[in-house]
């Protein structure tokens, strides 16, 4: 069974600092990777999607990367903004038969200081 | 281009009742899947249609229930709610199929969710 998992839990750095969240998945048989924002009670925003015939998607100030034979893909953001503060949250899309549909982690809680 | 919907935004209703959920996909999108949101679980997979067929199944009881009409609009139904139905239900579209078509066609876009609370 695929499990996904996201370090670190929470994070809470200045404003203009770049930083990484890091995303790990345990069975490499994937057709995707997306990575999304959520901010409290709210639905979820699409940041990237990296087809797993791809190594990276670049979106803005935004970069994902994806390493499928080890199983990790990272998300970096440059140049934080208060903005940015929200739940960032990694998905993969299984393949194979039966597959069932995005699989979350449980997320990076991330706060940008002023 | 308007977004996916879902209504109703909130929903109250007290254990033994049942519910219907919808979502309007985004127009042109054929791919319609729904997931639950629990702070204790997380995003779990309910299910996935395309095309008015149900695709996949997630590990949830028979009580969760869905369809998709020919316009790609789906709904889903809870039966017999318990406690632990609370949650935010959210929906997402895709042009294709997930898991073919060009790529690009394939990245899921979610509504707001509905709000789900049973007393």
């Known amino acids: 069974k695929q499990e996904v998992t996201q370090i670190p839990a929470a994070l809470s750095v200045p404003e203009g600092e770049n930083l990484v969240l890091n995303c790990s998945f345990t069975d490499s048989a994937i057709y995707n990777l997306q990575w999304f924002r959520q901010d409290p009670g709210k639905g979820l925003t699409s940041l990237l999607l990296?087809?797993?015939?791809?190594r990276e998607q670049t979106s803005g100030r935004l970069n994902a990367s994806l390493d499928k034979s080890s199983g990790r893909s990272t998300l970096y953001i440059a140049a934080s903004q208060p903005g940015d503060s929200a739940t960032y949250l990694c998905?993969?899309?299984?393949?194979?038969?039966?597959?069932?549909?995005?699989?979350f982690g449980k997320g990076t809680h991330l706060i940008i200081q002023p | 281009k308007a977004g996916v919907t879902q209504t109703p935004r909130y929903l109250i209703k007290t254990r033994g009742q049942q519910v219907t959920l919808s979502c309007s996909p985004i127009s042109g999108h054929r791919s319609v899947s729904w997931y639950q949101q629990t702070p204790g679980q997380g995003l779990q997979f309910l299910f996935e249609?395309?095309?008015?067929?149900?695709?996949n199944k997630g590990n949830f009881p028979g009580r969760f229930s869905g369809r998709q009409f020919s316009n790609s609009r789906s709904e889903m139904n809870v039966s017999t709610l318990e406690l632990g139905d609370s949650a935010l239900y959210l929906c997402?579209?895709?042009?294709?199929?997930?898991?073919?078509?060009?790529?690009?066609?394939?990245?899921?876009?979610f509504g707001p969710g509905t709000r789900l609370t049973v007393l």
């Open positions: 997402a579209s895709s042009l294709t199929d997930p898991r073919k078509g060009l790529p690009g066609n394939n990245e899921q876009f």
């Open positions: 249609y395309f095309s008015e067929t149900q695709r």
């Open positions: 990296i087809q797993s015939s791809q």
């Open positions: 998905a993969v899309l299984p393949s194979g038969g039966g597959a069932d549909g995005l699989t």
